[in-house]
Protein backbone atom coordinates (compact mmCIF):
# COMPACT_ATOMS: atom_id res chain seq x y z
CA UNK A 1 0.00 0.00 0.00
CA UNK A 2 1.32 3.29 -0.83
CA UNK A 3 1.23 5.84 1.89
CA UNK A 4 1.77 9.86 0.62
CA UNK A 5 3.27 12.72 2.89
CA UNK A 6 3.22 15.91 2.66
CA UNK A 7 5.75 18.87 3.78
CA UNK A 8 6.61 22.55 3.32
CA UNK A 9 3.47 24.45 3.01
CA UNK A 10 3.43 27.31 5.02
CA UNK A 11 2.25 31.40 4.76
CA UNK A 12 4.58 33.27 2.84
CA UNK A 13 4.51 36.81 1.10
CA UNK A 14 3.82 37.50 -2.51
CA UNK A 15 6.52 37.48 -4.18
CA UNK A 16 8.58 34.60 -1.95
CA UNK A 17 9.66 31.59 -2.39
CA UNK A 18 8.08 27.67 -0.76
CA UNK A 19 9.15 23.96 -1.38
CA UNK A 20 6.78 21.48 -1.21
CA UNK A 21 7.96 17.54 -0.70
CA UNK A 22 6.27 14.15 -0.93
CA UNK A 23 7.31 10.93 0.40
CA UNK A 24 6.05 8.31 -0.68
CA UNK A 25 6.23 5.06 1.11
CA UNK A 26 6.04 1.14 -1.14
CA UNK A 27 6.85 0.57 -4.51
CA UNK A 28 8.70 2.79 -7.23
CA UNK A 29 6.01 5.42 -7.79
CA UNK A 30 5.86 5.62 -11.91
CA UNK A 31 3.59 8.78 -12.15
CA UNK A 32 3.07 11.45 -9.78
CA UNK A 33 1.98 14.63 -9.82
CA UNK A 34 0.50 17.59 -7.46
CA UNK A 35 -2.80 19.22 -7.42
CA UNK A 36 -4.37 22.11 -5.39
CA UNK A 37 -7.48 23.40 -4.19
CA UNK A 38 -8.43 27.03 -3.00
CA UNK A 39 -11.45 27.34 -0.73
CA UNK A 40 -14.88 27.09 -2.24
CA UNK A 41 -13.12 25.37 -5.34
CA UNK A 42 -12.40 22.08 -7.17
CA UNK A 43 -8.87 20.12 -7.38
CA UNK A 44 -6.94 21.16 -10.43
CA UNK A 45 -3.80 19.58 -11.07
CA UNK A 46 -0.48 22.21 -10.86
CA UNK A 47 2.63 19.70 -12.29
CA UNK A 48 2.75 16.40 -13.26
CA UNK A 49 5.84 14.22 -13.84
CA UNK A 50 6.71 10.20 -15.36
CA UNK A 51 9.19 8.03 -14.56
CA UNK A 52 12.36 8.30 -17.23
CA UNK A 53 13.24 11.62 -19.06
CA UNK A 54 10.12 13.34 -20.53
CA UNK A 55 9.86 16.84 -18.86
CA UNK A 56 7.41 17.56 -16.26
CA UNK A 57 3.81 18.69 -17.18
CA UNK A 58 2.70 22.06 -15.52
CA UNK A 59 -0.44 24.05 -15.55
CA UNK A 60 -0.63 27.21 -17.29
CA UNK A 61 -0.96 28.92 -14.42
CA UNK A 62 1.76 28.13 -12.57
CA UNK A 63 4.90 27.80 -15.76
CA UNK A 64 8.01 29.37 -15.40
CA UNK A 65 7.36 29.59 -11.71
CA UNK A 66 6.73 26.02 -10.33
CA UNK A 67 9.53 23.71 -10.95
CA UNK A 68 8.68 19.72 -10.03
CA UNK A 69 11.32 17.20 -10.04
CA UNK A 70 12.09 13.64 -8.22
CA UNK A 71 14.75 14.54 -5.07
CA UNK A 72 16.94 11.64 -4.89
CA UNK A 73 18.55 12.61 -1.58
CA UNK A 74 17.14 9.38 0.40
CA UNK A 75 18.63 7.43 -2.79
CA UNK A 76 14.58 6.68 -3.62
CA UNK A 77 12.40 7.23 -6.44
CA UNK A 78 9.52 8.19 -4.06
CA UNK A 79 10.00 11.31 -2.91
CA UNK A 80 9.53 14.22 -5.05
CA UNK A 81 9.26 18.25 -4.66
CA UNK A 82 7.54 21.24 -5.77
CA UNK A 83 9.32 24.30 -6.05
CA UNK A 84 7.04 27.39 -6.28
CA UNK A 85 8.95 30.87 -6.75
CA UNK A 86 6.91 34.40 -7.50
CA UNK A 87 4.07 33.14 -5.26
CA UNK A 88 0.57 34.86 -5.69
CA UNK A 89 -2.10 35.19 -3.89
CA UNK A 90 -4.19 33.40 -5.91
CA UNK A 91 -1.56 30.15 -5.65
CA UNK A 92 -3.21 29.68 -2.13
CA UNK A 93 -4.56 26.92 -1.38
CA UNK A 94 -4.88 23.16 0.03
CA UNK A 95 -2.11 20.96 -2.19
CA UNK A 96 -2.19 17.36 -2.45
CA UNK A 97 0.81 15.11 -3.69
CA UNK A 98 -0.81 12.33 -6.01
CA UNK A 99 0.84 8.83 -7.37
CA UNK A 100 0.22 6.27 -9.53
CA UNK A 101 0.94 3.00 -10.27
CA UNK A 102 0.87 1.30 -13.72
CA UNK A 103 0.74 3.18 -17.06
CA UNK A 104 -0.92 6.39 -18.21
CA UNK A 105 -1.29 8.27 -21.08
CA UNK A 106 0.54 11.45 -21.16
CA UNK A 107 -2.94 13.51 -21.62
CA UNK A 108 -4.35 12.27 -18.63
CA UNK A 109 -2.21 13.55 -16.39
CA UNK A 110 -4.37 16.35 -14.86
CA UNK A 111 -6.92 14.13 -14.23
CA UNK A 112 -7.88 13.26 -10.15
CA UNK A 113 -8.90 9.80 -11.15
CA UNK A 114 -5.71 8.78 -12.95
CA UNK A 115 -4.14 8.63 -9.23
CA UNK A 116 -4.52 6.07 -7.12
CA UNK A 117 -2.74 7.47 -3.87
CA UNK A 118 -3.25 11.21 -2.77
CA UNK A 119 -1.85 12.64 0.76
CA UNK A 120 -3.48 13.96 3.15
CA UNK A 121 -2.91 17.49 2.16
CA UNK A 122 -0.69 20.83 2.97
CA UNK A 123 -1.57 24.57 2.96
CA UNK A 124 0.11 27.32 1.06
CA UNK A 125 -1.18 30.62 1.89
CA UNK A 126 0.05 33.94 -0.09
CA UNK A 127 -0.83 37.08 1.52
CA UNK A 128 -0.41 40.05 -0.76
Known amino acids: RVQLVESGGGSVQAGDSLRLSCAASGPPIPVMAWFRQPPGKERVAVAGLFAGNMPPFYNDAVKGRFTLARDYADNTDNTWSLQMNNLQPEDSAMYYC????????????????????WGQGIQVTVSS
Open 98 to 117: AARLGPLADEDWPKMGSYQY
